[in-house]
T-cell receptor, first 114, second 113 residues
């Protein structure tokens, strides 16, 4: 079946621009996660949704970062007024409810801020 | 806070060689431990897991044992194949935020024929 998909796969933004990154989870997966992966590092947790409810946003690095999942399926991560330090790969993952240990990851969106 | 330390890469081996990738962790309570793998051009996928001390996770010929006394979860495989070439990430989840994975930096493994 279809896995987690993310779009765009690559995004180049000028500093100060706003960007929106999309995630389509696996159908039936209640839980959705966003991670940020800097070059040469492991993924770092950003936020977690259960259905449309954002239950944890403790990893969002600043108030320029905003995530939503209004209908409990597709999610969007928005970054306002991008800065160079936002350059990273943004990973989306989804899982069945309660099976958090088995998160299915998308291929990621590589964001480069120039 | 929680953290995972795994051996620096890259690791280059010949086919059929023995593989060990070291992983140690720091966590409150009793974490669950995981190895995720990222093959070239693909997303991360769960390779194996262990949820309590002395558990052994295994999959595709890979094994790792949860060692509470040494806070370790080393990944091993007796005979690697070219198709095992990938980046391997050790990870944990713990406590009330057990949905949140904390990853190590990853280890790039290249297996040559």
């Amino acid at each position: 079946g279809a896995g987690v998909s993310q779009s765009p796969r690559y995004k180049v933004a000028k500093r100060g621009q706003d960007v929106a990154l999309r995630c389509d989870p696996i159908s039936g997966h209640v839980s959705l996660f966003w991670y940020q992966q800097a070059l040469g590092q492991g993924p770092e947790f950003l936020t977690y949704f259960q259905n449309e409810a954002q239950l944890d946003k403790s990893g969002l690095p600043s108030d320029r970062f905003f995530a939503e999942r209004p209908e409990g399926s597709v999610s969007t991560l928005k970054i306002q007024r991008t800065q160079q330090e936002d350059s990273a790969v943004y990973l989306c993952a989804s899982s069945y409810q309660g099976r958090y240990y088995e998160q299915y990851f998308g291929p990621g969106t590589r964001l480069t801020v120039t | 806070g929680d953290s995972v330390t795994q051996m620096e890469g890259p690791v280059t081996l010949s086919e059929e060689a023995f593989l060990t990738i070291n992983c140690t962790y720091t966590a409150t309570g009793y974490p669950s431990l995981f190895w995720y793998v990222q093959y070239p051009g693909e997303g991360l996928q769960l390779l194996l897991k262990a949820t309590k001390a002395d558990d052994k996770g295994s999959n595709k010929g890979f094994e790792a044992t949860y060692r509470k006394e040494t806070t370790s979860f080393h990944l091993e495989k007796g005979s690697v194949q070219v198709s095992d070439s990938a980046v391997y990430f050790c990870a944990l989840s713990s406590g009330g935020s057990n949905y949140k994975l904390t990853f190590g930096k990853g280890t790039l493994l290249t297996v040559n024929p």
